[in-house]
């Protein structure tokens, strides 16, 4: 695995749901209407507990930060931060969110392209760990800390390469890795890590080939920083969507990353390492619970629409989701349909090569493998409201997130002397 995709028109069987799930989904329907995610938090915890264990094999001094964009729901943030989890986060919001968690300010590590001003200067209040991402974060960062002292720790993120030759728009080139350096000396503090993040859903190489690819700028840096140097290596660790097939377990990829950093000189044992999981923790632990609606054929075509959309699975069309039935008696087969989305457009579909011995029938259930990650957090209401998400521990079953209220799709309509005095303030602001 190298972190490609299978072609996404590729031919995917309807597959039987374990007992197990088929008896959580048939319960979970008696609490809401489709479509709605159904999210086994007991997985989540379970994946966080193997990961850790594996990394923690090889890497004495470890890190692991969950990254809240993937899922950021506090039903599994919680959970996570219970079993020790750091907190990995990528705007204020998100901040706010691992601090109500409980995470302390030191175990939250800052990352992203786009940290607002008022955002860094927070962060550095508080003493957050913080990724540099460009030349201007760290000049920002610089000036800020003219007026307020902090114990932030500072890291430089690293660009890295993307397949086609390109390079990835986040972090930094190694020009520019001086010159953040040296802004941060002349405002009195030393660059104490470095970060990197090779890309999502890869396979169990890329990030030993990152490593080694700046050996010299990681060696550099171990010795700038003396004991103070740590490195966080990021995600992207995969989910079953990379392949449609059970992911690499975690071990492989520590052990490769534990090699690498071997062979360019530092040693897997004293090395304060950080890494952050999170599609590989929740992704394969959610499932989006759909309802048949209508089958139609067109041609040699038929269609089967459901109650759910790419609106609620936005990975759909870049990752291999697995699509289940909960017929028991129903077999595989040959007969072709394309699985749609109830989204009025032509390009709403779910699966465009479902093989099943028969066509779904209409009010039939249908079940979306994989959606516990980004779908959940990326899920939307368009035409109708964004899916509640339901979520299990063992046999307890609860609520995670309400079905979106119809009222806030639309907003609010301003009256016309409200939208008035809205253009006077705005005219009066230009003119000061």
């Known amino acids: 695995m190298t972190g490609s995709t299978p072609p996404p028109d590729s031919d995917t069987c309807l597959l039987p749901l374990s007992e197990p799930q088929r008896q959580r989904v048939i319960h979970a329907t008696s609490m809401v209407e489709t479509p709605f995610f159904l999210l086994d938090i007991g997985a989540v915890r379970e994946r966080f507990r193997s ?231 929740v992704e394969d632990a959610g499932l989006l619970v759909t309802r048949v609606i209508s089958c139609k054929r067109r041609g040699a075509e038929h269609y089967v629409a459901c109650d759910a959309g790419t609106s609620l699975v936005r990975s759909a069309i870049s990752w291999r989701h697995t699509i289940h039935t909960l017929d028991e008696q129903r077999e595989q087969g040959s007969q072709h349909f394309v699985l749609v989305g109830a989204n009025c457009f032509e390009s709403d579909v779910l699966s465009p090569r479902l093989l099943a011995a028969a066509l779904p029938r209409a009010a039939e259930l249908l079940v979306i493998g994989a959606c516990g990650g980004y779908d959940i957090a990326s899920s939307a209401g368009w035409i109708r409201p964004r899916a509640p998400v339901v979520a299990m521990d063992r046999a307890h079953f609860s609520l995670a997130r309400q079905r979106q209220m119809a009222g806030e799709l639309r907003g609010c309509r301003p009256s016309l002397r409200r939208g008035r005095e809205l253009e006077h303030s705005l005219d009066v602001g230009e003119q000061q």
């Open 51 to 281: 990961f850790r264990a594996a990394w923690a094999r090889s890497f004495r001094r470890l890190s692991v930060a969950y990254s809240y964009k993937t899922n950021g729901l506090a039903a599994v943030t919680g959970q996570l931060l219970d079993e020790g989890a750091s907190a990995e986060v990528v705007s204020g919001i998100e901040l706010d969110w691992a601090l109500a968690d409980g995470a302390r300010p030191a175990d939250i590590y800052f990352d992203g392209p786009c940290k607002l001003e008022p955002e860094l200067a927070r962060a550095l209040q508080l003493g957050i760990q913080i990724q540099i991402d460009s030349v201007e974060e760290a000049a920002t960062i610089a000036r800020l800390l003219q007026s307020i002292p902090s114990t932030s720790t500072l890291r430089l993120r690293l660009a890295t390469p993307r397949p086609g030759q390109t390079w990835s728009r986040f972090g930094l080139f190694e020009d520019e890795i001086f010159q953040a350096t040296l802004l941060l000396e002349q405002a009195g503090r030393k660059v104490q890590g470095l970060h990197l993040h090779v890309g999502s859903n890869v396979g169990t190489d890329l990030h030993a080939v990152a490593i080694e690819a700046y050996a010299e700028v990681i060696g550099w840096f171990r010795e700038y920083a003396g004991a103070e140097f740590s490195l966080d290596i990021g995600g992207g660790y995969a989910a079953s969507t990379a392949s449609g097939a059970a992911p690499p377990a975690p071990e492989l990829y520590a052990r490769n990353v534990a090699a690498s950093l071997t062979r360019i000189g530092l040693d897997p044992e004293t090395l304060r390492l950080v890494v952050e999981p999170g599609r590989c923790l």
